[in-house]
C-alpha cells in the first residue's frame, strides 16, 4: 500500500520537475540565440586596457576601508590652506602632494598619473580632479584611461550611457545578463551586447517564454522568466491535482487507519463477551470448592489455590478490557447483549 502512495506521489510530482527543467532549457536556449544575433558594443579586449577598479561605481566614492574620515579632513584642509600643519602620513603622500599641486596651480605631467594610484582617497580619479581644474587642458588618448567610466569622457562612458549604473555592476558582478528599457544586455567572454526587443521579443514568443507577469518560476538578474500563460495554465492544473491526490491519500490513510481499530476494539468487544460467561461459570466452582476447602487434602487444597489465582487474573483482565472500551467508545460499536456474572469473593 505505502509503495502505491509513492507511485501515486511520484507521478503527480514528476510534471513539476519536468516543468523547472524545461524553463531552465528554454532560458539558455533563449541566451544563447540572442547572443548570436547581436553584435559587440563592448569587446573583453577594449575592458581590458582599463583598470577595473575605474569601472565600478565605488570608484566615485571614499574607499573607508583604506582611509578614515580624518584622512579625508586632512586632505581637506590642505586643498584649502595650500599648506600642512601636520607630519603627512605615508598613505597620504600622493594625495597630499597632489592637492598642494592643485591649490598652487601647478601643472601636472602625464607620468604622475601613470605612476600614482588612479584613486583620489576622496573618490573619484586624480584625473578627473586634475581636469575640472584645468578646463583647456586636453588630455592624451593614453591619459583618458585614467577617468572613471562614469565620467563622460571616458572612452566607454558613451557605448554604455544607455545602461543604468545598476545594470553596470550587476554585469560586472558576473551576471550575464539584464533587462533595462525593452533592452536586452547580455555578457559573456568575448565582451557586451545589447540586444533590441524586436530582435529578442520574436525568440521569447518562439520558446513560449514571457518577461512579465505577476509571478517568476525562473528569477535571473532583474528577469522574471515564466511560461506563457497556457503552460502556466497547465502548471496550476498540476498543482491542484497534486494538492487533491495527496488529500486523497491522507484521508485514505485515515479511514483505513479508523476502520482497523474499529474491527479491532469489536474483536476485543467480542472476546471480552465470550469471556464473561465462563468466567462466572468458574467463579461458582472456586465457591462451591470454598465451602469444602476444609475437607480438602493438602494437594488439592493447593490446586484449589492455582484455580483461585487464574479465576482473578481472568477477572482482572476481563474488567480491564471493559474499562478501555468504555473510555474508547467515540464511535458506536455493535452492541452485545451478555448477562455480566459477578464473580463472588473467596475468603479462605
Known sequence: ????????????????????????????????????????????????????????????????????????????????????FSPVQTHLLAATEFELALCNSQPIDDTWFFTHDPIHPAGGSFLERYLSTKSKFTPSDNLLQYLTLYDPRHPLHKPLSTLSIEGRETLFNGYRAWMENDTLWLSAEQGWKAISSSTWRPIAHELNIKFTGPSCELRYSNLCISQQSNNLLLQRFIIVSISVILLFIFARGVYFKRQQNREKRFILQLLTHELRTPITSLGLTVEMLRDQFEHLTEETQQVVWRLVSDHQRLAQLTENSKVYLSTHSSHQLLEQSAYRGQSLPLTL
Not at 507511485?7 to 540572442?34: G, M
Not at 573607508?64 to 586643498?79: G, H, K, N, P
Open 1 to 84: 500500500m505505502r509503495a502505491f502512495h509513492l507511485k501515486i506521489l511520484f507521478s503527480a510530482l514528476f510534471p513539476c520537475v519536468c516543468l523547472a527543467a524545461n524553463i531552465q532549457e528554454q532560458w539558455q536556449s533563449f541566451y544563447q540565440r540572442n547572443w548570436q544575433t547581436g553584435s559587440l558594443i563592448v569587446t573583453a579586449e577594449q575592458f581590458n586596457l582599463f583598470s577595473p577598479k575605474l569601472l565600478r561605481a565605488d570608484a566615485r566614492y571614499p574607499n573607508f576601508a583604506r582611509y578614515t574620515w580624518e584622512d579625508i579632513q586632512f586632505l581637506y584642509d590642505v586643498s584649502k590652506t595650500c599648506q600642512t
